[in-house]
DNA sequence: ATTAATTTTCAATATTTTTTGAAAATTCAG
DNA sequence: CTGAATTTTCAAAAAATATTGAAAATTAAT
């Protein structure tokens, strides 16, 4: 295969995982197209590179750089700004999951915290039942939350070569 | 608060979750609902509840046997069918990270896997970049694959006994 | 200070996804 | 078998989301 049809494919699965995933399409093919690319990239290389409007371009790289994806350089004697990703996929996939536990998750359990307590009788069965899923999720979503915490803190390599044994 | 108050703001939070990380806000809802039914319950109590038409509830319902979500019952003399929620939420978090990984995530390691061993010098930088960040995210797939195989096969008990200190 | 290059914004437009609702199919009691 | 109850299907409509493109704002060289 080529790599014109490789980059091709690569960036249009990417987009796709991303879109089942919550995030968008164009995000993730232009996160794609600089974790493929072998130097920084210009606003008008992607629009060129992927079919897209400058204002699209222009905000979603502004996102990527919100998740902390990617970063913007600068190519000295040249005016346009530049972008280059973050190459490391554990970084990379860290950074994903601390960011949307803090923006989607946390905002849930404490939602789920107003939730305790109901001025009704705790007797009755569908209190009983709400009260029971409510404390359900509040332990696992402590359980996922301390396993994360140990997964960031943990360095890839620690990670690789000693934890995961553990679940061979 | 009122139960009815903290199902509907439960239903609501659980739906816009879903939502955020692609999943139908309307198969959330309806799952969330029967997570806090204390019996089974069918589709014209789902309608009703949470407005929604007899077609959407239907095909919602379908999509949520298929994801192991839920099961129909029957009810003795009664036509209706019946549905009711796995309460466990490890158990349903197990069912859907499963589910996810062999419905969204194999397919794309299949892809990935096409793309090595392009027919292009290997020498070349952006054919260099191209193949490391394929390799890089096919090492951080298998390393998350095999814990998520752990992970799975652990059971919560020994989970939340003796793995989770480690993450301290 | 001028102006050309570049980035940003955002209302309008387009696309994708979800929902509806009524017809068709199925089920099952009598 | 009959027909009423129930479920399923799916084309059309609605809603949600993403994209465009051109005007406004910003930046920086001279």
Redesign the pocket.
Known sequence: MKLQDARQQFISSWGALG?QW??????A?IHALLLVSSGPV???YI?TEL????????????DLISWGLIEKT?IP??????FIAEKDIWKAAMTIAKQRKQRELDPMFKILDQLTDLEEDPKDKDVKQFNETIAGIQKFASQADRMLDGIIKADQHWFTGSLLKLFK
Do not use: E, F
């Open positions: 879109s919550g995030i968008n399409r164009t995000m093919q210009n606003a008008d629009m079919n897209l409007s400058r204002g699209n371009v222009n905000m979603n790289l502004h600068i004697g040249d005016r346009k700004d530049y």
